[in-house]
């Protein structure tokens, strides 16, 4: 929570004229939601950030004051102006020739084309509830069951249909042939992105965590795809590390923003210092 002023936030009735309204969150006095209004959390940031973009419009003229006490509903036309502000605010570099392929050669795995992988699993699923701790030691249990040498023949898909918690335990917990695109982001990031992640055929030798739980995977085929190259890439290169840079000098400038606002009722990131990384 910051708790810095602000001079000029684009009501006449701010909390710095006197005007203090507890139990309300508040960007510089002025409400996100009215009295006894139930809001979820993704919601009020996102109206404080919508807010604290106002108020900065308010700032450099591009928007009237708002004499009310409640942050007002944007129409089109008042948006299209907080976009043209950002654009005008938050100003990233393009990235050059040798950033992109610097990029490439730290990335190649990513950008591999045709590569799969034949793999079945068994899901421990993590639910409101669920003792997790417990949850893990039985699938380091059956882990360290399946990596052993000599398991006999069955053993993985009769353990998928006893434990696994995903509807493919009735195929003894296979899957198919996967890519990258079919896998939540962590497993495509744990099966085909990592440094050590092509361990070839079997058990992988450790959990994988992911949003849905522990997976235990073994990998029945690849396809190894094959790499382009940066010349085929390089238009799609600078275009992504754009939109990173953007991301990144946006996060930023809302981070100052919040930082130099006297914000109330609601969690979010500022920096009071322009300096910010």
């Not at 696994?164 to 042939?177: E, H, R, T």
């Not at 094959?226 to 010349?231: D, I, M, R, T, V």
């Amino acid at each position: 929570m910051n708790a810095a002023t602000t001079v000029g936030c684009g009501s006449g009735h701010c909390a710095c004229a006197g005007e203090v309204q507890p139990q309300l969150a508040s960007i510089n006095g002025i409400a996100l939601h009215q009295a006894g209004e139930v809001v979820d959390a993704a919601t009020l940031r996102e109206r404080a950030y919508t807010e604290l973009l106002r108020q900065q419009a308010v700032k450099a003229g591009l928007l009237p004051r708002h004499a009310g006490l409640v942050a007002p509903e944007l129409d089109d036309e008042q948006r299209q102006v907080i976009e043209s502000l950002l654009d005008a605010a938050v100003v990233s570099p393009d990235p050059g020739e040798t950033e992109c392929r610097r990029y490439y050669e730290a990335n190649k795995s990513r950008f591999i084309v045709g590569q799969a992988l034949h793999v079945r699993h068994i899901l421990f699923a993590v639910t409101p509830g669920v003792n997790v701790h417990a949850l893990s030691q039985r699938a380091e249990s059956a882990l360290l069951e399946l990596s052993r040498k000599q398991v006999p023949e069955g053993r993985f898909e009769q353990l998928a249909a006893e434990l696994s918690n995903c509807p493919s335990s009735a195929q003894g917990g296979d899957l198919g042939w996967v890519t990258p695109e079919d896998c939540a982001p962590e497993l495509a990031n744990e099966l085909f992105f990592q440094t050590d992640s092509r361990w070839g055929m079997g058990v992988h030798p450790r959990l994988v965590h992911t949003r849905f739980g522990l997976h235990i995977i073994e990998v029945l085929g690849r396809k190894k795809g094959q790499l382009p190259e940066f010349s085929e890439l390089g238009e799609q290169i600078a275009a992504r590390l754009r939109l990173q840079s953007r991301a990144t000098a946006l996060r930023q400038y809302m981070q100052l923003l919040v930082g130099q606002a006297q914000v109330e009722g609601v969690d979010l990131e500022g920096a009071d210092s322009p300096l910010v990384q």
